[in-house]
């Protein structure tokens, strides 16, 4: 059995680097074999990559997407997390930044993708306490 998923009416899925925009009607369907999906709302710009912890999800993103550019993003990925490490002093947030090198280590994007966007929460709730 397939991935199953469902799109909102104008929500953007990105298939093996192909993005599709769903028409004005809820739709489902289901991928019957291998494919790089991200949805919309795990698609980050570029531009919008304005943070460290962002910046450690952008080119984890793009290796998710494209297995051709794991190798080319693979030393961005391992500077920025390592720059983040060092910067951190935090048991928890520490403990993230080895599950997601883990994760990418083992081609798990997805599950790396998750531990960005938690170091992302942690980052956002820090700032929060710093304005």
Do not use: W
């Not at 990105?14 to 019957?32: K, P, S």
């Not at 290796?63 to 002093?89: H, K």
């Not at 993708?113 to 938690?118: D, I, K, P, S």
Request: proline letters at 5%; glycine letters at 6%; one cysteine or more.
């Amino acid at each position: 059995m397939g991935l199953k998923l469902s799109l909102k009416p104008g929500e953007k899925i990105a298939i093996n680097g192909a993005v599709i925009v769903n028409g004005d009607r809820r739709a489902e369907f289901a991928v019957e074999n291998q494919a790089h999906i991200l949805r919309e709302r795990d698609i980050l710009k570029s531009e919008e990559a304005t943070s460290p912890a962002r910046r450690i999800y952008l080119p984890v993103m793009m290796m998710a997407l494209d297995p051709d550019a794991r190798r080319s993003m693979f030393p961005e990925f391992e500077q920025r997390l390592t720059e983040f490490a060092g910067a951190i002093t935090d048991p928890g947030a520490l403990s993230l930044c080895l599950k997601i090198s883990a994760a990418v280590a083992n081609g798990a994007y997805y599950r790396a993708l998750n531990g960005c966007r938690a170091l992302i929460e942690f980052e956002t709730e820090r700032l929060s306490h710093v304005a």
